[in-house]
């Protein structure tokens, strides 16, 4: 079996490198050899391989500059996963792909089910929305998985900006009216493809199916919280150098923040759908920070 992996060197698509390489022939894919927003080397790409298998950890994440750059973030958010999905199709192919928590408002006060009813509030929720939509459309065999709050040692994050900030300036504030789940990369990563084999073995999907799955780490919590949780661990890893502790963090609402574009206040997403269908249980974040921590100060030292 063949899978075409898209966005190998993002933060999820590094770590799919690894998760999916068991389960067959992985032909792994960059923005220099397949960019997500030239609809012609994509296509050419997909046809070329015929995998069995499309992952689709490529997109467009640059949540604020999506404010000015709509058209960009729409064509490789919201139109590339729809051609994706029309090749698998032709291929008789399994597309798997990424979405947000950003495709909720964050109005609701429980944690978000996959049959609550999407309303993005930003460019960027609106352009992942519409790239569900159009998979959604095509009758071909689909898992979209919906993360949040994306953290690992590869790739930029809130995680490694704390730790710049930390380093050079003695105070920070960071809203506490925003709550979700820090989700490492790596489990993202584990789960698909844990999911993976369970659909090419005994849950076997129809030819038109498609399923969305929330995914996210447990033990959800505010920025505020999960920077604070961020020094505190480094703090007590050797080989960082920091100015400011977690004392030095202070909580203010999102009001006292503002940016281009507008976050969910919950992003908490209900997870019971994935961890029943695949018999898992979403693991806490800290462990997985923990060693995100380590691998950064052995890095840091051997300079």
Known sequence: MTILLLGKNGQ????????LAPHGNLVACGRDTCDLGDFDQLRSVVRQVKPAVIVNASAYTAVDRAESEPELAMRINGEAPGLLAEEAARLNALLIHYSTDYVFDGSKALPYLESDLPNPQSIYGQSKLAGE???????????????????????????????????????????DDQIGSPTPAALIATVTGLA????????????VEHRIYHLAAANPLSWHGFARSILTMASATPGFDLRMMAGDIHGIPTS???????????????????????GLQMPDWQPYLGRMLQLLSLKQNAY
């Open 12 to 19: 999820v698509g590094w770590q799919l490198q690894r998760s």
């Open 133 to 175: 939509v159009a998979i959604a459309a095509v009758n071909c065999r689909s898992v979209v998985f919906r993360t949040s709050w994306v953290f690992g040692a590869r790739g930029g994050n809130f995680v490694k900006t704390i730790l710049r900030l930390a380093a050079d300036k003695e105070s920070l504030n960071v809203v």
């Open 196 to 207: 993976l084999g369970a659909l090419q073995q005994g849950q076997k999907m129809s030819p």
């Open 256 to 278: 006292g923040y503002p940016t281009p574009a507008k976050r969910p206040l919950n992003s908490r997403l209900d997870c019971g759908k994935l961890e029943s269908d695949f």
